[in-house]
T-cell receptor
Framework: NAGVMQNPRHLVRRRGQEARLRCSPM?????VYWYRQLPEEGLKFMVY????????ESGMPKERFSAEFPKEGPSILRIQQVVRGDSAAYFC????????????FGSGTRLTVV | GQQLNQSPQSMFIQEGEDVSMNCTSS?????WLWYKQDPGEGPVLLIA?????ELTSNGRLTAQFGITRKDSFLNISASIPSDVGIYFC???????????FGQGTTLQVKP
Protein backbone atom coordinates (compact mmCIF):
# COMPACT_ATOMS: atom_id res chain seq x y z
CA ASN A 1 0.00 0.00 0.00
CA ALA A 2 2.35 2.66 -1.28
CA GLY A 3 1.94 6.24 -0.11
CA VAL A 4 2.38 9.32 -2.24
CA MET A 5 5.43 8.70 -4.43
CA GLN A 6 7.57 11.57 -5.63
CA ASN A 7 10.56 11.37 -7.90
CA PRO A 8 13.26 12.20 -8.19
CA ARG A 9 14.10 12.75 -4.52
CA HIS A 10 16.91 15.10 -5.49
CA LEU A 11 17.31 17.07 -8.71
CA VAL A 12 20.15 19.35 -9.73
CA ARG A 13 19.68 21.68 -12.65
CA ARG A 14 21.79 24.43 -14.18
CA ARG A 15 20.27 27.88 -14.57
CA GLY A 16 18.13 27.99 -17.70
CA GLN A 17 17.36 24.26 -17.80
CA GLU A 18 13.96 22.68 -17.25
CA ALA A 19 12.95 20.75 -14.14
CA ARG A 20 10.21 18.09 -14.20
CA LEU A 21 8.96 16.79 -10.88
CA ARG A 22 6.66 13.78 -10.71
CA CYS A 23 4.02 12.77 -8.20
CA SER A 24 2.02 9.55 -8.11
CA PRO A 25 -0.89 9.88 -5.69
CA MET A 26 -1.99 7.19 -3.27
CA UNK A 27 -4.16 4.47 -4.74
CA UNK A 28 -7.75 5.68 -4.89
CA UNK A 29 -6.80 9.36 -4.63
CA UNK A 30 -7.79 11.58 -7.54
CA UNK A 31 -6.90 14.98 -6.03
CA VAL A 32 -3.32 16.24 -6.07
CA TYR A 33 -1.75 19.33 -4.48
CA TRP A 34 1.72 20.82 -4.93
CA TYR A 35 3.53 22.85 -2.27
CA ARG A 36 6.92 24.58 -2.14
CA GLN A 37 9.07 24.84 0.97
CA LEU A 38 12.02 27.23 1.24
CA PRO A 39 14.64 26.54 3.93
CA GLU A 40 13.37 27.17 7.46
CA GLU A 41 9.88 28.09 6.27
CA GLY A 42 6.50 26.43 6.17
CA LEU A 43 4.99 24.91 3.05
CA LYS A 44 3.35 27.27 0.58
CA PHE A 45 0.46 26.09 -1.58
CA MET A 46 1.05 26.22 -5.32
CA VAL A 47 -1.65 24.33 -7.21
CA TYR A 48 -4.55 21.90 -6.79
CA UNK A 49 -5.42 19.46 -9.57
CA UNK A 50 -7.98 16.79 -10.18
CA UNK A 51 -7.64 14.36 -13.06
CA UNK A 52 -7.15 16.44 -16.25
CA UNK A 53 -8.28 19.64 -14.51
CA UNK A 54 -6.57 22.48 -12.68
CA UNK A 55 -8.88 23.45 -9.81
CA UNK A 56 -6.87 26.17 -8.07
CA GLU A 57 -3.55 27.61 -9.25
CA SER A 58 -3.60 30.71 -7.08
CA GLY A 59 -0.16 29.91 -5.60
CA MET A 60 1.64 29.26 -8.87
CA PRO A 61 4.06 31.86 -10.22
CA LYS A 62 2.62 33.34 -13.41
CA GLU A 63 5.62 32.51 -15.55
CA ARG A 64 7.80 29.42 -16.08
CA PHE A 65 5.73 27.13 -13.82
CA SER A 66 3.05 24.72 -15.00
CA ALA A 67 1.34 21.62 -13.64
CA GLU A 68 -0.69 18.82 -15.10
CA PHE A 69 -2.43 15.66 -13.91
CA PRO A 70 -3.26 13.59 -16.98
CA LYS A 71 -5.87 10.86 -17.17
CA GLU A 72 -3.10 8.28 -17.07
CA GLY A 73 0.21 8.65 -15.26
CA PRO A 74 1.60 10.88 -12.53
CA SER A 75 1.08 14.56 -11.92
CA ILE A 76 3.94 16.67 -13.26
CA LEU A 77 5.18 20.01 -11.97
CA ARG A 78 7.27 21.64 -14.65
CA ILE A 79 9.62 24.57 -14.14
CA GLN A 80 11.10 26.09 -17.28
CA GLN A 81 14.31 28.12 -17.42
CA VAL A 82 15.08 27.55 -13.74
CA VAL A 83 16.75 30.26 -11.67
CA ARG A 84 18.60 30.02 -8.35
CA GLY A 85 15.51 31.22 -6.48
CA ASP A 86 13.64 28.08 -7.59
CA SER A 87 15.88 25.99 -5.31
CA ALA A 88 13.53 24.52 -2.72
CA ALA A 89 11.79 21.34 -1.60
CA TYR A 90 8.64 20.63 -3.59
CA PHE A 91 6.02 18.47 -1.93
CA CYS A 92 3.03 16.76 -3.41
CA UNK A 93 -0.03 15.67 -1.43
CA UNK A 94 -3.05 13.65 -2.48
CA UNK A 95 -6.53 13.06 -1.13
CA UNK A 96 -9.50 10.89 -2.10
CA UNK A 97 -11.87 13.86 -2.37
CA UNK A 98 -12.07 17.64 -2.02
CA UNK A 99 -11.93 17.57 1.77
CA UNK A 100 -8.94 17.21 4.06
CA UNK A 101 -9.61 13.63 5.21
CA UNK A 102 -6.86 11.30 4.11
CA UNK A 103 -4.69 14.19 2.91
CA UNK A 104 -1.20 12.64 2.66
CA PHE A 105 2.15 14.17 1.72
CA GLY A 106 4.98 12.60 -0.22
CA SER A 107 8.65 12.82 0.79
CA GLY A 108 9.34 15.66 -1.61
CA THR A 109 11.79 16.54 -4.38
CA ARG A 110 14.71 18.72 -3.43
CA LEU A 111 15.58 20.94 -6.37
CA THR A 112 18.97 22.63 -6.44
CA VAL A 113 19.73 25.14 -9.18
CA VAL A 114 23.43 25.75 -9.75
CA GLY B 1 -3.64 36.93 2.25
CA GLN B 2 -4.33 34.33 4.89
CA GLN B 3 -1.44 33.46 7.17
CA LEU B 4 -0.79 31.59 10.38
CA ASN B 5 1.46 32.90 13.14
CA GLN B 6 3.12 29.98 14.91
CA SER B 7 5.07 30.28 18.13
CA PRO B 8 7.51 29.71 19.55
CA GLN B 9 9.92 29.53 16.64
CA SER B 10 12.16 27.09 18.51
CA MET B 11 12.35 25.29 21.83
CA PHE B 12 15.18 23.51 23.60
CA ILE B 13 13.92 21.40 26.49
CA GLN B 14 14.98 18.64 28.83
CA GLU B 15 13.71 15.10 28.28
CA GLY B 16 10.56 14.54 30.33
CA GLU B 17 9.34 18.13 30.14
CA ASP B 18 6.03 19.15 28.63
CA VAL B 19 5.91 21.31 25.53
CA SER B 20 3.28 23.70 24.23
CA MET B 21 3.09 25.52 20.89
CA ASN B 22 0.30 27.45 19.22
CA CYS B 23 -0.94 29.03 16.04
CA THR B 24 -3.11 32.09 15.57
CA SER B 25 -4.68 33.75 12.58
CA SER B 26 -6.91 36.70 11.77
CA UNK B 27 -8.92 34.39 9.46
CA UNK B 28 -11.48 31.73 10.36
CA UNK B 29 -10.79 28.12 9.39
CA UNK B 30 -12.87 24.94 9.40
CA UNK B 31 -10.00 22.53 9.96
CA TRP B 32 -6.77 22.67 11.93
CA LEU B 33 -4.00 20.12 11.48
CA TRP B 34 -0.70 19.52 13.24
CA TYR B 35 2.23 17.94 11.38
CA LYS B 36 5.75 16.82 12.26
CA GLN B 37 8.52 17.02 9.69
CA ASP B 38 11.82 15.18 10.04
CA PRO B 39 14.87 16.29 8.01
CA GLY B 40 14.60 15.30 4.35
CA GLU B 41 11.03 14.06 4.70
CA GLY B 42 7.53 15.30 4.07
CA PRO B 43 5.13 16.41 6.82
CA VAL B 44 3.44 13.59 8.72
CA LEU B 45 0.01 14.22 10.20
CA LEU B 46 -0.15 14.07 14.01
CA ILE B 47 -3.63 15.34 14.85
CA ALA B 48 -6.60 16.65 12.83
CA UNK B 49 -9.28 18.91 14.32
CA UNK B 50 -12.58 19.49 12.54
CA UNK B 51 -14.84 21.24 15.06
CA UNK B 52 -14.46 24.47 17.03
CA UNK B 53 -13.70 23.71 20.67
CA GLU B 54 -12.63 20.15 19.86
CA LEU B 55 -9.89 18.70 22.08
CA THR B 56 -8.18 15.62 20.65
CA SER B 57 -5.39 13.40 21.96
CA ASN B 58 -3.00 11.04 20.21
CA GLY B 59 -0.81 9.35 22.79
CA ARG B 60 1.28 12.03 24.48
CA LEU B 61 -0.01 14.68 22.07
CA THR B 62 -3.06 16.83 22.72
CA ALA B 63 -4.39 19.52 20.43
CA GLN B 64 -7.34 21.89 20.55
CA PHE B 65 -9.30 23.78 17.91
CA GLY B 66 -9.96 27.25 19.32
CA ILE B 67 -13.57 28.24 19.90
CA THR B 68 -13.15 31.34 17.69
CA ARG B 69 -11.84 29.06 14.88
CA LYS B 70 -8.83 31.37 14.59
CA ASP B 71 -6.32 29.45 16.70
CA SER B 72 -5.08 26.06 17.83
CA PHE B 73 -2.50 24.68 20.23
CA LEU B 74 -0.49 21.48 20.47
CA ASN B 75 0.85 20.03 23.72
CA ILE B 76 3.40 17.26 24.02
CA SER B 77 3.69 15.69 27.45
CA ALA B 78 6.75 13.94 28.89
CA SER B 79 8.96 14.65 25.87
CA ILE B 80 11.40 12.03 24.64
CA PRO B 81 14.43 12.37 22.30
CA SER B 82 12.49 11.10 19.26
CA ASP B 83 10.13 14.09 19.58
CA VAL B 84 12.92 16.16 18.01
CA GLY B 85 11.84 17.72 14.73
CA ILE B 86 9.90 20.61 13.24
CA TYR B 87 6.21 20.90 14.09
CA PHE B 88 3.84 22.75 11.76
CA CYS B 89 0.29 23.87 12.21
CA UNK B 90 -1.86 24.01 9.09
CA UNK B 91 -5.40 25.18 8.50
CA UNK B 92 -7.98 24.85 5.77
CA UNK B 93 -11.45 26.08 4.84
CA UNK B 94 -14.41 24.40 3.27
CA UNK B 95 -13.65 21.91 0.54
CA UNK B 96 -10.88 23.78 -1.23
CA UNK B 97 -8.22 21.25 -0.28
CA UNK B 98 -5.75 24.09 0.10
CA UNK B 99 -3.77 24.26 3.35
CA UNK B 100 -2.11 27.30 4.90
CA PHE B 101 0.96 26.44 6.97
CA GLY B 102 2.56 28.12 9.96
CA GLN B 103 6.28 28.87 9.98
CA GLY B 104 7.10 25.88 12.17
CA THR B 105 8.41 25.23 15.69
CA THR B 106 11.79 23.50 15.92
CA LEU B 107 11.93 21.25 18.95
CA GLN B 108 15.16 19.97 20.44
CA VAL B 109 15.13 17.56 23.39
CA LYS B 110 18.16 17.11 25.62
CA PRO B 111 18.44 13.57 27.03
Amino acid sequence: NAGVMQNPRHLVRRRGQEARLRCSPMKGHSHVYWYRQLPEEGLKFMVYLQKENIIDESGMPKERFSAEFPKEGPSILRIQQVVRGDSAAYFCASSPDQGLNGYTFGSGTRLTVV
Amino acid sequence: GQQLNQSPQSMFIQEGEDVSMNCTSSSIFNTWLWYKQDPGEGPVLLIALYKAGELTSNGRLTAQFGITRKDSFLNISASIPSDVGIYFCAAGSGNTGKLIFGQGTTLQVKP
